[in-house]
């Protein structure tokens, strides 16, 4: 049985942040993965989506500048832009895979636990000094009748015809943006909404007029109505809800995510997790001495992005070799849905502070500035909370969010206050970043 220094079971994100890491070490280390080396971030998700995004984004851009400047809009040809992505990703699996076998020993399959001690992949076992977990998550698939009829966003980012009706289940992250990419390329789309909102994560204001924007552009929201059931028909598919039966061609299970743990047998060890992924502690160790967890699949309460996870990977990584014996302490973390437009936030989420002395709103319009004028753009707003004279939170509603939340990102992480950012930054203008020292 061969002993390593690390063997790290995934090679997504966080898991490759620490490969790299290692690889400059002399330690030796095995790389463990069953599923698409890089895992789903570079394969099927974020990364592909902002490359479908950049087309679509144009194109809504243009059909907003109809009567104002613009007289023909773009239109998106979901084909052409499909082959262009496949080109793009179809090669980084394989590329991944022998940038991580060039330093270190490989295994293509899926790793289970034998015991505390052991893993096995292939047939073969292996134990190591540290065995590092960073399997993330996979797609929920609703436990009704017709499951096989649903599909998931990783079948979405691979669709090469795109169907006429298309309808989502959910309203998290993945359904939003990925409804806006299929509807902008000429589907007709429907989203069925569990509950009485969408991006429950995000303050309540922006949600909303997000929303409204989508459904100006044709979207169909059905709140607050459960799915059932699919059933194929002879021309089609029926969804049947508590709100009655809605006829499509493609149905897409945007219902969240779970810990992909399930092929793992974590039942015979002592690992504990719960429905939220694995329990780490501070220095994200398992329940099990010297067996750790990073990225996705670790139950906490920061979001499961891409940067949460490659900090996790660095993190963990000066940890076992010395360079730190500090407990983990996250920074302030940014997150954006590239919708259209997009919903970005930082910090205190407004909703949960409204009725707080201590702090304060600002809600800033931004139809006013020559440059949303010229876009003829009439819904975009920042919301800012402050306590004291120091920023504490920060959302926006527009094309153009995650740029300016991530300039306000690092007043509200460092506690700049609004004279010393002054003091330190001038902003080009007129421009994005103009409006942070204009508004502290």
């Known amino acids: 049985m061969k002993h390593y220094d690390e063997i790290l079971i995934g090679s997504g994100p966080a898991a490759y942040k620490m490969s790299n890491l290692l690889a400059k070490t002399d330690h030796q280390v095995l790389v463990i993965d069953g599923f698409e080396f890089g895992g789903t971030c570079p394969n099927y998700g974020c990364e592909p989506k902002i490359f479908l995004e950049g087309a679509v984004r144009n194109v809504l851009q243009s059909q907003q500048l109809v009567g104002h400047g613009i007289s023909h809009p773009a239109t998106l040809d979901w084909q052409q832009l499909m082959q262009s992505k496949l080109d793009r990703f179809d090669p980084w699996p394989a590329e991944t895979k022998e940038i991580i076998a060039k330093t270190h020993d490989v295994e293509t399959g899926y790793a289970e636990f034998l015991d505390d001690q052991t893993v096995q992949v292939n047939g073969h076992q292996y134990q190591a000094d540290h065995i590092i977990i960073a399997t993330g ?109 809605i006829k499509t061609d493609y149905v897409v299970d945007a219902t969240g995510r779970h810990p992909n743990i399930d092929r793992l047998h974590l039942d015979r060890t002592g690992i504990q997790s719960d429905r939220h992924g694995i329990a780490v502690d501070n220095h ?61 936030a930082v910090g205190i989420n407004p909703d949960e502070v409204a009725d707080d002395p201590r702090y304060r709103i600002e809600r800033e319009p931004l139809k006013y500035g020559s440059l949303y004028a010229g876009q003829n753009d009439q819904i975009s707003e920042l919301t800012l909370v402050f306590k004291g004279g120091q920023l504490v939170g920060a959302s926006e509603v527009d094309e153009h969010a995650a740029d300016d939340i991530n300039n306000f990102a690092p007043v509200i992480g460092l506690s700049i206050t609004g004279e010393q950012y002054r003091q330190a930054v001038i902003n080009i203008y007129p421009a994005l970043a103009d409006k942070v020292g204009g508004l502290l």
């Open 137 to 245: 998550q996979t797609p929920n698939l609703l436990e009704i009748p017709g499951q096989e009829y649903l599909h998931t966003s990783y079948d979405v980012l691979s669709l090469k015809e795109l169907p006429k009706k298309m309808t989502f289940i959910g309203a998290g992250f993945v359904s939003l943006e990925l409804a806006t990419l299929v509807a902008a390329a000429g589907a007709e789309v429907t989203v069925i909404v569990h509950s009485d909102r969408v991006l429950r994560s995000f303050p309540q204001d922006e949600s909303q007029t997000l929303v409204k924007a989508m459904q100006e552009r044709g979207i169909r929201f059905m709140f607050n109505t459960n799915t059932q059931a699919v059933q194929k028909t002879t021309v089609g598919l029926e969804i049947h809800t508590d709100q009655g039966v």
């Open 284 to 344: 994200l160790m398992t329940t099990v001495k010297d067996v750790y967890a990073i990225g996705d699949v670790v139950s906490r309460r920061e979001p499961k992005l891409t940067p949460v996870a490659e900090f996790e990977g660095q993190y963990l990584f000066d940890y076992l070799t010395g360079r730190t014996t500090e407990l983990i302490s996250y920074p302030t973390i940014a997150k954006a849905a590239f919708t259209y437009p997009v919903v970005a």
